[in-house]
T-cell receptor, first 111, second 118 residues
């Protein structure tokens, strides 16, 4: 099974609203990344937050990381219909040399 | 344009007929990896490679082989495909973190190869 678990599995909101997705992971990580996947397409890297960081911003994206709770959240502000996609978190461990993905949150933004 | 290219994008085959899915990246990345994506199971790593001639098993390597003879290419081989290998496959690559070594883990993905085994 995947290390990460996203919550909720599916989220439907209106355009202009904020979307918050949560991710929990089980093992030690060096950084955590969020990816976006449009239906049937490849994943695209959105943002990376290192284990010694607590919050990071990039445009309309805000990511938080709480290593004590082994959790992260992705906030998309002022959502647009074009944000409709699946979003995955991935915890990266340097020693293991790999990223382990969660099951994803499917976001639908209604115009 | 920096990219990871997979071929074929779509393939329908029959049980037991050997096939190869090619993957090529033009970013000079050391690290390459194969994942499969199945509904309800997320992305699972099949094999990965830290550099030329260095490959290692991921979480679900059974039924697959890989090779890394050149830095840019990392083909996935299904010697005798079975229906449970019907899936969406992704190749990904990642750069080293400069001369200090180590990886950031940021992955660059191909567009995927949808494989159906009848």
């Amino acid at each position: 099974s995947q290390q990460g678990e996203e919550d909720p599995q599916a989220l439907s909101i209106q355009e202009g609203e904020n979307a918050t997705m949560n991710c929990s992971y089980k093992t030690s990580i060096n950084n955590l990344q969020w990816y976006r996947q449009n239906s049937g397409r490849g994943l695209v890297h959105l943002i990376l937050i290192r284990s010694n960081e607590r919050e990071k911003h990039s445009g309309r994206l805000r990511v938080t990381l709480d290593t004590s709770k082994k959790s992260s959240s992705l906030l998309i502000t002022a959502s647009r219909a074009a944000d409709t996609a699946s979003y995955f978190c991935a915890g990266y461990n340097t020693n293991a040399g790999k990223s382990t993905f969660g099951d994803g949150t499917t976001l639908t933004v209604k115009p | 344009e920096a990219q990871v290219t997979q071929n074929p994008r779509y393939l329908i085959t029959v049980t037991g007929k050997k096939l190869t899915v090619t993957c090529s990246q033009n970013m000079n990345h050391e690290y390459m990896s194969w994942y499969r994506q199945d509904p309800g199971l997320g992305l699972r790593q099949i094999y990965y490679s830290m550099n030329v001639e260095v490959t290692d098993k991921g979480d679900v390597p059974e039924g697959y082989k890989v090779s890394r003879k050149e830095k840019r290419n990392f083909p996935l081989i299904l010697e005798s495909p079975s229906p449970n290998q019907t899936s969406l496959y992704f190749c990904a690559s990642s750069p080293h973190l400069g001369t200090s070594g180590g990886l950031t883990g940021e992955l660059f993905f191909g567009e995927g190869s949808r494989l159906t085994v009848l």
